[in-house]
């Protein structure tokens, strides 16, 4: 937590997209959830229109078995016939991953519109008294496209409607249907076009808005995890500089320190304090005194590198800076730097007593080795007196905690 330097708007959790998550009355979804939903479910309805296909070729092939004995007079069409559209069919199955969602839909509503021709040709072409048998394959083939590849609404209205007219065209206009038979048919074919819609309408529908209902839940828990998250963090963010704060040091501080006492790594501490800042609010106002801190803050968390280092403001006019991986020397320079860089940001400060006219720090360094073994309360209390030796010293300036102290104070808590 608070690994880096950013600040609580970081965090704060993104906003869910408002689309407007309901069906078209084609049952489509709005362009947003279209592409997720497509993202989602595409590998689903490949391997279910593979599946299908395969078992739809199988049946589609079978009646190349039964085709001599019901229309013996266009059975070699047939077989011919039906070997193209399973040409076509291990095309579309090959094809499949390839294709973006609207031309995989839109080949496969070609194949079955295909598919469906065949059986209905069939069907007007023979005379054999059986003939009228492969009117029923025709209406099977409907049903396969629709409740076993389950093709989309728009183009289940669009298969149906073609061979619904098609169909209808070919009852009409065969001489050697009564009356009866015509009407028969015409009414086979009007019913199964109906319950194949209704049935698609039905069943996508219920699929999709189940869909629906997953993704509003999917994101409402997201939200409300990204919302605790950002809660987390705001109890671990001081709320001036948004920077880390007390509770975020000691919990950083606390893993840094069994990290060390386990050998994985060295870390320094440095401890910064402004130079003389009740006179400065005394001198400027509290508002000015809050503003000087942000100023501070923000050039320290820029100081800090990503993922390595740790700013907290560590109370009042007080800094702390943790840096993971550095030696002491390195970690002396890099304080060095940070106690200059804030006296370059020049703040004024008219009000001192020792005639400096800026704002400056004085800082305080203790560093750990890798496989020591002391305390927060050690480490802070080392870093804290390095930094009364910094004040003692003249102010605006760095001091590293003398060894001997850091040797003394586990003795001196025991």
Same mark, same amino acid.
């Given at each position: ?81 039906? /070997? ?77 409607? $073609? ?21 028969? /048919? ?133 800094? $702390? ?16 730097? /940070? ?25 305080? =360094? ?13 480490? /802070? ?26 040797? =003394? ?6």
């Amino acid at each position: 937590m608070f690994r880096d330097h950013q600040t609580v708007q970081d965090f704060a959790p993104a906003a869910p997209q408002d689309d407007d998550e309901r069906l078209d009355p084609l049952l489509g979804f709005p362009a947003g959830v279209a592409r997720r939903y497509e993202a989602d479910s595409r590998q689903e309805r490949i391997r279910h229109l593979r599946v299908g296909i395969v078992a739809g070729i199988l049946s589609y092939n079978s009646y190349d078995l039964i085709s001599f004995f019901t229309f013996p007079d266009v059975a070699k069409q047939a077989i011919v016939l039906r /070997l193209i559209i399973t040409a076509l069919a291990a095309a579309v199955w090959f094809w499949l991953p390839r294709l973006t969602a609207f031309w995989r839909e839109m080949l496969l509503l070609g194949a079955m519109l295909a598919a469906c021709a065949v059986p209905l040709y069939l069907f007007a072409a023979t005379r054999a008294p059986n003939g009228a048998l492969s009117f029923i394959d025709f209406l099977l083939t409907i049903v396969f496209g629709i409740a076993i590849l389950q093709v989309r609404f728009p183009a289940a209205i669009m298969l149906t409607a $073609v061979c619904w007219t098609a169909g209808q065209l070919v009852v009409i206009f065969r001489p050697e249907l009564t009356f009866d038979a015509r009407l028969a /048919l015409s009414m086979q074919l009007l019913m199964a076009s109906y319950f194949l819609l209704l049935s698609s309408w039905l069943m996508q529908r219920s699929h999709r808005q189940a869909y629906l209902a997953k993704l509003r839940e999917t994101e409402r828990s997201r939200g409300l995890e990204l919302a605790r998250q950002s809660f987390a963090e705001l109890s671990m963010t001081d709320a001036l500089t948004g920077l880390g704060n007390r509770r975020c040091l000691d919990e950083v501080l606390s893993d840094w320190l069994a990290e060390t006492r386990s050998g994985r790594m060295q870390f320094a501490l440095i401890m910064l304090d402004v130079d003389h800042f009740k006179a400065y609010n005394d001198r400027y106002g509290h508002p000015a005194g809050d503003q000087c801190l942000k100023e501070i803050g923000a050039a320290l968390a820029s100081f800090a590198r990503q993922g390595s280092d740790v700013v907290a403001r560590y109370g009042g006019e007080e800094f $702390v800076v943790l840096m993971r991986a550095v030696s002491r020397p390195v970690a002396h320079d890099r304080a060095r730097d /940070l106690v200059e860089a804030i006296a370059d940001l020049a703040i004024v400060h008219a009000a001192r007593p020792d005639g400096e006219c800026r704002v400056t720090v004085s800082a305080g =360094l203790t560093h750990l080795d890798i496989g020591a073994d002391r305390s927060e309360q050690d480490v /802070l209390a080392e870093a804290d007196i390095a930094l009364y030796g910094a004040k003692r010293a003249g102010r605006g300036r760095i001091e590293l905690a003398a060894k001997k102290v850091v040797e =003394l104070l586990p003795r001196i808590r025991a």
